[in-house]
């Protein structure tokens, strides 16, 4: 198994791992992909309201920076942010180059709207299908380039090699055997960590593996305590939490509680298009009140044809359940979302080891800030993924961002036993009732003594074994809630009861890095 810089060793198949692998091979590498699910299985398979980007004739990729700025409550890195709203349309191109299925009107990309943007500038495919639709079209056009694709094959860890990069070890019988890679480069696109909360809108193998690997080898990482609530996932009783975007409330859906009113409408200048931050917070809110267990979207007010043809995959699942939009409210509850921190990378994708590269949701490249933006994901993991592809041809200089307070923590070695199951569904029940959408300091803290516990079971005896996927989940868990419990004030996603204001002195990241990480690169 090769790992050097001719031959990249890409980990995950979501948009950001298909698309630097296709790029690589443009450029004349030799990728090899892995992951450890199949090769469509990834969060971006589920994204449905699409990609952003300013194509339309009354926007500006300075305008989309501004709105990508103001969501992000002042921890947006400016250059990163330009970087992403400017380079939107060249990528915008590649995928209509590889085939993406985007929706018309008489022969025009069609744009939709969505909260906190102030143009439409929502591009979609098969009305509510944007995830599937780019995942589809990147898989094919990966397979017709003949890359390498190795399916349940998991990396499980990286070791540096100096000058030569970084080691992979991978394994594809469930750990049972880890083979080594030859040193080299490797590119963590390995996605979010949604999944580690009980109530989540993301698939299993969102368990934030990436970022556990990359701490363990000593990377440098940012922005942990900002995790992103949807405020709209279907909630019945059993059913699965079915995502309803954020794009519906952009066509004119409202939220109403169970007695009919619109308790957004006074909270917020846009009501029901205000940040996601917000109207989380306020749904939560509402359902705490009112002891019901779920608010309602209410999308009668759109012209039946039109929510049909514009959100298909909703209506289908929402018959299912024996409801029709045009006449019934949806009931709505909040789950995590989407990780806007991750393994700290430069503009170039490059992280604080040498040969280790990260782009997509496990990758902090600063363009979320606090919060993100509607419909920015999908576009950074293609903006940062082109730049991954190219440093790797034509390397440049670029400076790691250095985080304003930097946790030094220390990691037990464990045991190597336990139940991994009930340990893996405690991870989840505790960050949802600990490290969820309200926070405070005594509830963090009991979830950190508690995942420092689990720890002592799930890590192994020695330094020299690999970590399995539960002791993984410990570790990521365990990560959110130390920055979490690092800043002591309220911004964007990460909101704290017992520090409930922001705080100018607090306008600056959370890195966290192992106690006996080798020193940063500059
Ligand atoms: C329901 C839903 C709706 C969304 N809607 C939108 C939207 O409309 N617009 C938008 O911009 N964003 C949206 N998002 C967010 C967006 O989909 C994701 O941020 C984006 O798809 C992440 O892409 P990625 O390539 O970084 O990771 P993913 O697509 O999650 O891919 C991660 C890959 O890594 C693999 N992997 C993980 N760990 C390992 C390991 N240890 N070894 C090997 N492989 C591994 C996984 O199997 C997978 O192949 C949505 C997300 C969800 C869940």
Wanted: aromatic share 6%; with cysteine; glycine share 12%.
């Amino acid at each position: 198994m090769r790992g050097h810089d001719g031959r990249p060793l890409v980990v995950g198949t979501g948009i950001a791992g298909l698309y630097v692998a296709l790029r690589c091979r443009e450029l004349g590498l030799r990728p090899t992909l892995i992951t450890k699910s199949q090769l469509d299985e990834a969060n971006t398979r589920y994204a449905q309201g699409g990609i952003a980007a300013a194509i339309g004739k009354d926007d500006s990729p300075a305008l989309h920076l501004a709105d990508t700025l103001r969501a992000g409550a002042g921890l947006v890195n400016r250059a990163a942010a330009r970087t992403l709203a400017f380079e939107a349309g060249a990528r915008i191109a590649d995928l209509v180059r590889y085939g993406v299925p985007f929706d018309t009107i008489e022969g025009q990309i069609s744009l939709g709207r969505e909260a906190a943007h102030s143009r439409a500038r929502i591009l979609h495919a098969g009305g509510d299908a944007t995830g599937l639709s780019i995942e589809e079209t990147l898989k094919e056009r990966v397979l017709d380039a003949g890359i390498e694709v190795r399916e349940r094959t998991a990396l499980r860890g990286v070791r540096p090699a100096g000058r030569d990069g970084v080691v992979a070890l991978i394994s594809s019988d469930r750990g049972r055997t880890v083979e080594e890679t030859q040193p080299g480069t490797v590119v963590l696109a390995t996605g979010g960590a949604g999944s580690l909360y009980r109530q989540s809108s993301n698939p299993s193998i969102a368990t934030g593996e990436g970022v556990a690997i990359a701490f363990r080898a000593g990377a440098l990482l940012t922005d942990m305590e900002f995790i992103q609530f949807h405020p709209t996932v279907f909630w019945r009783e059993g059913a699965p939490r079915y995502l309803i975007t954020e794009a519906v409330r952009g066509e004119g859906a409202v939220l109403r509680n169970e007695s009919g009113e619109r308790f957004l409408l006074g909270q917020h200048r846009d009501a029901e298009l205000a940040p996601r931050d917000i109207v989380s917070r306020a749904v939560e809110r509402e359902i705490q009140r009112s002891g019901h267990p779920c608010v309602y979207l209410d999308a009668t007010g759109i012209p039946r044809d039109r929510f049909f043809g514009r959100f298909p995959s909703i209506c289908r699942f929402l018959a299912t359940y024996g409801l029709d939009p045009s006449r019934d409210w949806i009931p709505v509850t909040p789950v995590a979302h989407y990780m806007m921190g991750g393994v700290t990378t430069d503009l170039e994708g490059r992280t604080s080891l040498r040969g280790l590269y990260a782009c997509g949701e496990v990758a902090s490249t600063g363009v979320h800030g606090a919060n993100r933006l509607a419909s920015n994901s999908l576009l950074e993991g293609l903006v940062f993924g082109e730049r991954v592809a190219r440093q790797l041809v034509h390397p440049v200089a670029a400076t790691l961002p250095a985080p304003g307070r930097l946790v030094r923590l220390a990691w037990p070695s464990g045991e190597g036993r336990g139940d991994l199951v009930k340990t893996f569904d405690r991870v989840r029940d505790l960050l949802w009732d600990n490290v969820g959408i309200v926070r405070d300091g005594n509830h963090l803290r009991s979830a950190l003594d508690e995942f420092g516990e689990l720890a002592r079971h799930t890590e192994p005896r020695r330094e020299s074994d690999v970590p399995g996927p539960v002791a993984n989940a410990v570790l990521t868990a365990s990560l959110i809630a130390r920055a979490a419990l690092t800043r002591t004030e309220s911004r964007g996603a990460h909101y704290r009861s017992d520090f409930p204001q922001r705080r100018p002195a607090w306008r600056l990241h959370v890195g966290i890095v192992r106690r006996d990480a080798p020193p940063l690169r500059p």
